[in-house]
T-cell receptor
Framework: GAGVSQSPSNKVTEKGKDVELRCDPI?????LYWYRQSLGQGLEFLIY????????KSGLPSDRFSAERTGGSVSTLTIQRTQQEDSAVYLC?????????????????FGPGTRLTVL | QKEVEQNSGPLSVPEGAIASLNCTYS??????FFWYRQYSGKSPELIMF????GDKEDGRFTAQLNKASQYVSLLIRDSQPSDSATYLC????????FGKGTRLHILP
């Protein structure tokens, strides 16, 4: 079946421009995460959506970053007034469930990522 | 601040030997524990999850969980060059948090 998809795969932008990154999770997955990974670094948590609950935005690095998830499916991560330090691979992951009862259902399936380069 | 700690490595292990990867976490309320493998330039993929104290085996991989000591480890038996990758530990409490990963290099 279809996995998590992300678009675009690569994005080059100029400093100060806004960008939108898209994530299509696996159908039926209620939990969706955004992470950022700089070269040679670990996964930096950005934001977490679980069903209809208010998203956990505790990882967003600044108010230039925002994300939404429409209809409990597709998510868009928006970075306004991009800076060079925003350059990284942005990874989206979805899982079947995210509640406390989840265990195997917490397993995250990652998309291929969007490589963002800010010149 | 909830934390997941891993030695960044690189950890070099001869082919055929056992590779041992360790992870500690700060939140005693953590419920589920995961090991992901990430090849260079690729996305992470799940190797194993564990949620009960003790050992869980899957092929050449064994995950070990000790909640009292707040650590989880991954053993890779009969290490192969194809096991060379970064191994990410992830811990779930109210959300899933990843460690920074350990780079493993299997020496042919």
């Amino acid at each position: 079946g279809a996995g998590v998809s992300q678009s675009p795969s690569n994005k080059v932008t100029e400093k100060g421009k806004d960008v939108e990154l898209r994530c299509d999770p696996i159908s039926g997955h209620t939990a969706l995460y955004w992470y950022r990974q700089s070269l040679g670094q670990g996964l930096e948590f950005l934001i977490y959506f679980q069903g209809n609950s208010a998203p956990d935005k505790s990882g967003l690095p600044s108010d230039r970053f925002s994300a939404e998830r429409t209809g409990g499916s597709v998510s868009t991560l928006t970075i306004q007034r991009t800076q060079q330090e925003d350059s990284a691979v942005y990874l989206c992951a979805s899982s079947l469930a995210g509640g406390s009862e989840g265990r195997a259902t917490d397993t995250q399936y990652f998309g291929p990522g969007t490589r963002l380069t800010v010149l | 601040q909830k934390e997941v700690e891993q030695n960044s490595g690189p950890l070099s292990v001869p082919e055929g030997a056992i590779a041992s990867l360790n992870c500690t976490y700060s939140d005693r309320g953590s419920q589920s524990f995961f090991w992901y493998r990430q090849y260079s330039g690729k996305s992470p993929e799940l190797i194993m999850f564990i949620y009960s104290n003790g050992d869980k085996e899957d092929g050449r991989f064994t995950a070990q969980l000790n909640k009292a000591s707040q650590y989880v480890s991954l053993l890779i038996r009969d290490s192969q060059p194809s096991d060379s990758a970064t191994y990410l530990c992830a811990v779930r409490d109210d959300k899933i948090i990843f460690g920074k990963g350990t780079r493993l290099h299997i020496l042919p």
